[in-house]
């Protein structure tokens, strides 16, 4: 079956402007989190969905990121007017249930952001 | 707060060769650990997952331990092969209502023809 997807696949903006990052997960997955992987750091927890339950923004660096889960399946992730320490690599990954053992996530290919 | 440590940051060898690859953590409460693998410019592969009550996976040339009470895992490689090259990533789950995962900076992996 299909994997996780992520649009675009690389982005280049201007800083001080908006952009979009989309993430369509595993279908039939209720769990969708985001990461960051910055150059030289580890990858970081920003977001996270789990069906229709509030979600857990604790990650999220600054104001400026948000993120919305329409209809229990697509993402999008918002940054408003980017700085260039917000280039990086931003990761999906979905997965079809919490607080299981067997509670394995799947990764999408992520979107490689530059901020000039 | 889980810390999760790889060290070597980069390590080579030559094809053939047998390794194993370490990570350590600091929360021994360990939900489960996950093996990734990361090509250059890509996402990431999940390898294998080991639940807390387990104490290791197989999956063809890939083994991984989990040892709560060190604070280890390690990912043994048999045989390995220049497509083996990869940066590989642990990532451990805490606790029960946790659900983010702590990733390690990874370990570079170079195998030479």
């Known amino acids: 079956g299909a994997g996780v997807s992520q649009s675009p696949s690389n982005k280049v903006t201007e800083k001080g402007k908006d952009v979009e990052l989309r993430c369509d997960p595993i279908s039939g997955h209720t769990a969708l989190y985001w990461y960051r992987q910055s150059l030289g750091q580890g990858l970081e927890f920003l977001i996270y969905f789990q069906g229709n339950s509030a979600p857990d923004k604790s990650g999220l660096p600054s104001d400026r990121f948000s993120a919305e889960r329409t209809g229990g399946s697509v993402s999008t992730l918002t940054i408003q007017r980017t700085q260039q320490e917000d280039s990086a690599v931003y990761l999906c990954?979905?997965?079809?249930?919490?607080?299981?053992?067997?509670?394995?996530?799947?990764f999408g290919p992520g979107t490689r952001l530059t901020v000039t | 707060k889980q810390e999760v440590t790889q060290i070597p940051a980069a390590l080579s060898v030559p094809e053939g060769e047998n390794l194993v690859l370490n990570c350590s953590f600091t929360?021994?409460?360990?939900?489960?650990l996950q093996w990734f693998r990361q090509d250059p410019g890509k996402g990431l592969t999940s390898l294998l997952l080991i639940q807390s009550s387990q104490r290791e996976q197989t999956s063809g040339r890939l083994n991984a331990s989990l040892d709560k009470s060190s604070g280890r895992s390690t990912l043994y490689i048999a045989a390995s092969q220049p497509g083996d090259s990869a940066t590989y990533l642990c990532?451990?789950?805490?606790?029960?209502?946790?659900?983010?995962?702590?990733f390690g900076k990874g370990t570079k992996l170079s195998v030479i023809p």
């Open positions: 990954a979905s997965s079809a249930q919490t607080g299981s053992y067997i509670d394995e996530q799947y």
């Open positions: 929360d021994s409460a360990i939900y489960n």
């Open positions: 990532a451990g789950k805490s606790g029960a209502g946790s659900y983010q995962l702590t």
